[in-house]
């Protein structure tokens, strides 16, 4: 039996909760008065460390990844596919920053959770599918170099860009958003900027953040990171004066389920806010959101993120984020840690989490002084009175010895293939899918193995590092407050009074197309008993006017709601059976679905709404 707090169950999620292994309780989180429950590791995957991509390079690993949308889905046997978009940083770095071409490599996932824990890790298996460059528009592929100290590139219609001293544009990536139209969002160390891309990998556009963020030095733009390539000088001063630290830039990139809102978060504090390296006071960061549903993305929110602190020995440290997903509008996801792991001097991690951050409340910085760096929002480290931050909460310790051991990993003090990496710097977050837990998803963690390999190739020549860092994927499974892409409920319906009524709101200017389902047939091949025979439903507005009716889902437009379906990521219904779903398009206001026995006897039915990519 699993352990359920007396909360929980007052708050009626007990239902929601899925099994865990005898003597294992969830781990909850509260904050804003919502609850986050973290039911641990279900899965483990692997890529070698000398796997090569489609260019015949080292592969490079996860310095961000994310889901291609509508392909994530559940098949009958339980288990789960989509497909990956994997991202790499800068290359190896041996003495300095190669001509590696940064890129994205696509790979096909399949899942099979493992909720008591494997003596393997093949949970997860990762297909590689292909590799594409990034390049400007004319074709002439970026590069991995440290840009100049001094100059920048410029191009028509774009701010000033990072440049190598070979001319061609330079990028660190980090962050990636895959949109549904297949563009790519793409954040940078270097600018700091975000980059959009064609799903070819042409440069599209760029986004300058605030003046606050851009490194300068003598009073100039200046984008190098002091890792300068082979023969080239080193910057003077090697840290710039002000905006992100050197290796500190916009490390986090994540866009709203709404595709509304894109949020960017720096690694660390600028300069001019206590971001003086690894050991200084560099706990207040950064995070912008943009609309991006105009034509130019429109900055609409700059807010203080407080990262989390340790302690070594008596010493306090700063744990540098590394990714971040956005929940909602208002709430994200923030993966931060410590420099230690795998192969390292201290193989032991002493912080390795990840962060729910609510921003409602927040102190708002757009359009102040804050935006430019002659105002600090910290300085020393001190944040300034009257700034409200995000409040925050640790959702998922990555550490957890009891967690890692059911996989038969570590977090040191040994220091061998299953002790995990130091650089922990991707997230994504795919639904469950489960009918009897429809609160529930699946959080996949990857590592950045920084290139690490007995038998690495990379830019025209081999090389050899001292061990085999693996790409490692980690899954955790959540139960969380709700829905990000639509909303669900479980209950009886029967007939008449004893319907199923499931309330929900359709915001924004325009109208909205949505995929509406009374399941109940096709719950019975996940498990779930007493599921009603014959469900209908009835889509009613906030006047009582009835604006969709269904009974069987196959009588309608069988072939769209499939289609509607794999596109929402929803599980898909019975072939033939009696489930009710409807596809309409709502204009902006309150609807309730009405859900209940077109037939027979009444029985459990889940009421789904999917707002349609």
Same mark, same amino acid.
């Given at each position: 039996?699993?352990?359920?707090?007396?909360?929980?169950?007052?708050?009626?999620?007990?239902?929601?909760?899925?099994?865990?292994?005898?003597?294992?309780?969830?781990?909850?989180?509260?904050?804003?008065?919502?609850?986050?429950?973290?039911?641990?590791?279900?899965?483990?995957?692997?890529?070698?460390?000398?796997?090569?991509?489609?260019?015949?390079?080292?592969? $490079?690993?996860?310095?961000?990844? @994310?889901?291609?949308?509508?392909?994530?889905?559940?098949?009958?046997? *339980?288990?789960?596919? *989509?497909?990956?978009?994997?991202?790499?940083?800068?290359?190896?770095?041996?003495?300095?920053?190669?001509?590696?071409?940064?890129?994205?490599?696509?790979?096909?996932?399949?899942?099979?959770?493992?909720?008591? $824990?494997?003596?393997?890790?093949?949970?997860?298996? &990762?297909?590689?599918?292909?590799?594409?460059?990034?390049?400007?528009?004319?074709?002439?592929?970026?590069?991995?170099?440290?840009?100049?100290?001094?100059?920048?590139?410029?191009?028509?219609?774009?701010?000033?860009?990072?440049?190598?001293?070979?001319?061609?544009?330079? %990028?660190?990536?980090?962050?990636?958003?895959?949109?549904?139209?297949? /563009?790519?969002?793409?954040?940078?160390?270097?600018?700091?900027?975000?980059?959009?891309? /064609?799903?070819?990998?042409?440069?599209?556009?760029?986004?300058?953040?605030?003046?606050?963020?851009?490194?300068?030095?003598?009073?100039?733009?200046?984008?190098?990171?002091?890792?300068?390539? @082979?023969?080239?000088?080193?910057?003077?001063?090697?840290?710039?004066?002000?905006?992100?630290?050197?290796?500190?830039?916009?490390? *986090? &990139?994540?866009?709203?389920?709404?595709?509304?809102?894109?949020?960017?978060? %720096?690694?660390?504090?600028?300069?001019?806010?206590?971001?003086?390296?690894?050991?200084?006071?560099?706990?207040?960061?950064?995070?912008?959101?943009?609309?991006?549903?105009?034509?130019?993305?429109?900055?609409?929110?700059?807010?203080?993120?407080?990262?989390?602190?340790?302690?070594?020995?008596?010493?306090?440290?700063? @744990?540098?984020?590394?990714?971040?997903?956005?929940?909602?509008?208002?709430?994200?996801?923030?993966?931060?840690?410590?420099?230690?792991?795998? *192969?390292? =001097?201290?193989?032991?991690?002493?912080?390795?989490?990840?962060?729910?951050?609510?921003?409602?409340?927040?102190?708002?910085?757009?359009?102040?002084?804050?935006?430019?760096?002659?105002?600090?929002?910290?300085?020393?480290?001190?944040?300034?009175?009257?700034?409200?931050?995000?409040?925050?909460?640790?959702?998922?310790?990555?550490?957890? =010895?009891?967690?890692?051991?059911?996989?038969?990993?570590?977090?040191?003090?040994?220091?061998?293939?299953?002790?995990?990496?130091?650089?922990?710097? =991707?997230?994504?977050?795919?639904?469950?899918?489960?009918?009897?837990?429809?609160?529930?998803?699946?959080?996949?963690?990857?590592?950045?193995?920084?290139?690490?390999?007995?038998?690495?190739?990379?830019?025209?020549?081999?090389?050899?590092?001292?061990?085999?860092?693996?790409?490692?994927?980690?899954?955790?499974?959540?139960?969380?407050?709700?829905?990000? @892409?639509?909303?669900?409920?479980?209950?009886?319906?029967?007939?008449?009074?004893?319907?199923?009524?499931?309330?929900? #709101? #359709?915001?924004?200017?325009?109208?909205?197309?949505?995929?509406?389902?009374?399941? !109940?047939?096709?719950?019975?091949?996940?498990?779930?008993?007493?599921?009603?025979?014959?469900?209908?439903?009835?889509?009613?507005?906030?006047? !009582?006017?009835?604006?969709?009716?269904?009974?069987?889902?196959?009588?309608?437009?069988?072939?769209?709601?499939?289609?509607?379906?794999?596109?929402?990521?929803?599980?898909?219904?019975?072939?033939?059976?009696?489930?009710?779903?409807?596809?309409?398009?709502?204009?902006?206001?309150?609807?309730?679905?009405?859900?209940?026995?077109?037939?027979?006897?009444?029985?459990?039915?889940?009421?789904?709404?999917?707002?349609?990519?």
């Amino acid at each position: 039996m699993r352990t359920l707090s007396p909360f929980l169950a007052l708050l009626g999620l007990g239902a929601s909760l899925s099994p865990l292994p005898a003597g294992e309780p969830a781990r909850v989180a509260f904050l804003g008065g919502q609850v986050f429950v973290n039911h641990g590791l279900v899965g483990v995957g692997r890529i070698p460390a000398a796997q090569r991509d489609r260019f015949g390079e080292t592969f $490079g690993s996860f310095s961000a990844f @994310a889901f291609q949308p509508g392909t994530w889905r559940r098949e009958r046997d *339980g288990s789960y596919r *989509g497909i990956l978009f994997g991202q790499p940083d800068r290359g190896y770095n041996g003495a300095g920053t190669t001509n590696y071409i940064p890129r994205y490599n696509r790979l096909a996932v399949t899942f099979r959770p493992a909720p008591a $824990g494997a003596a393997t890790q093949d949970q997860v298996l &990762l297909e590689l599918v292909d590799s594409v460059r990034y390049s400007e528009a004319d074709g002439r592929p970026f590069t991995s170099l440290d840009p100049v100290s001094a100059g920048t590139g410029s191009r028509p219609g774009f701010p000033a860009l990072p440049q190598a001293f070979n001319g061609r544009l330079s %990028l660190d990536a980090e962050g990636i958003v895959v949109n549904a139209d297949g /563009s790519l969002w793409v954040s940078d160390e270097y600018g700091p900027y975000v980059f959009r891309f /064609s799903a070819e990998g042409r440069l599209l556009s760029a986004l300058r953040p605030p003046e606050a963020l851009i490194p300068k030095r003598g009073g100039a733009d200046s984008f190098a990171s002091n890792n300068p390539g @082979a023969g080239q000088p080193v910057p003077s001063p090697a840290d710039p004066v002000s905006g992100r630290q050197n290796n500190q830039g916009l490390e *986090g &990139l994540a866009l709203s389920p709404d595709g509304k809102t894109l949020f960017t978060l %720096l690694q660390s504090a600028t300069r001019q806010d206590g971001g003086t390296g690894g050991t200084g006071p560099r706990r207040h960061t950064r995070l912008l959101s943009y609309d991006v549903t105009g034509s130019e993305p429109r900055l609409t929110g700059h807010h203080v993120l407080a990262l989390p602190t340790f302690l070594v020995g008596t010493a306090t440290r700063v @744990a540098a984020q590394s990714e971040i997903f956005a929940l909602n509008n208002h709430q994200i996801l923030v993966l931060a840690r410590d420099g230690n792991g795998r *192969g390292l =001097a201290n193989p032991v991690s002493a912080y390795r989490s990840i962060l729910v951050y609510d921003l409602r409340g927040a102190t708002n910085l757009v359009g102040t002084p804050y935006e430019t760096a002659g105002t600090p929002v910290a300085p020393g480290g001190n944040l300034v009175a009257g700034i409200v931050p995000a409040t925050s909460t640790v959702l998922v310790d990555l550490n957890e =010895a009891g967690q890692l051991a059911r996989f038969g990993l570590n977090n040191g003090p040994v220091d061998n293939a299953n002790t995990l990496s130091e650089k922990w710097e =991707a997230l994504a977050l795919v639904p469950a899918l489960d009918p009897a837990a429809p609160d529930d998803w699946f959080l996949f963690v990857g590592n950045d193995n920084d290139f690490i390999t007995t038998a690495g190739f990379q830019d025209g020549g081999s090389y050899t590092e001292r061990f085999d860092n693996d790409n490692m994927v980690l899954v955790y499974r959540l139960s969380l407050p709700t829905r990000l @892409a639509n909303s669900s409920s479980r209950g009886t319906a029967g007939v008449g009074e004893a319907a199923h009524i499931h309330g929900f #709101v #359709v915001t924004g200017a325009r109208p909205r197309p949505v995929l509406i389902r009374a399941v !109940g047939p096709s719950l019975a091949a996940y498990g779930v008993a007493g599921a009603i025979a014959d469900p209908q439903l009835a889509v009613h507005d906030a006047a !009582g006017r009835r604006v969709a009716l269904n009974d069987n889902w196959t009588e309608m437009d069988a072939p769209a709601l499939r289609v509607a379906g794999t596109r929402a990521g929803a599980f898909p219904l019975t072939e033939g059976g009696r489930d009710a779903a409807v596809i309409a398009q709502l204009d902006p206001g309150a609807y309730t679905v009405t859900a209940s026995a077109a037939t027979g006897a009444g029985g459990l039915v889940l009421v789904e709404v999917y707002e349609l990519p």
